[in-house]
């Protein structure tokens, strides 16, 4: 719509111009994921989930004046992030 609209106040283009949008489309590949990086993600999230346990269960053993979300809910929102992060880029 815009373009045409242009077109109608600019005028048609010159003869023998190149009129052409898109010359050529250079499409990347996929980037190689790297296998030591993907099991130290895995490490990483086997670590998360054991701190969650140990920490649900330092909770519920003593009294805490907080919940324990207040701990496990940053520590997997960070988690999470980092492996969006990786797993999004290309």
């Known amino acids: 719509m815009?373009?045409?609209?242009?077109?109608?106040?600019?005028?048609?283009?010159?003869?023998?111009?190149?009129?052409?949008?898109?010359?050529?489309?250079?499409?990347?590949?996929?980037?190689?994921?790297?296998?030591?990086?993907?099991?130290?993600?895995l490490i990483c999230w086997i670590l998360i989930a054991i701190k969650h346990v140990a920490v649900i269960y330092a909770c519920h053993h003593w009294p805490v004046p907080f919940h324990q979300l207040w701990i496990n809910a940053p520590t997997f929102a960070l988690g999470l992030l980092a492996t969006v992060v990786y797993y999004g880029r290309r």
């Open 2 to 41: 815009f373009t045409n609209l242009l077109r109608l106040i600019s005028g048609p283009p010159p003869t023998g111009t190149d009129t052409n949008f898109v010359v050529s489309v250079n499409p990347r590949p996929k980037p190689v994921r790297d296998p030591r990086t993907e099991r130290f993600i």
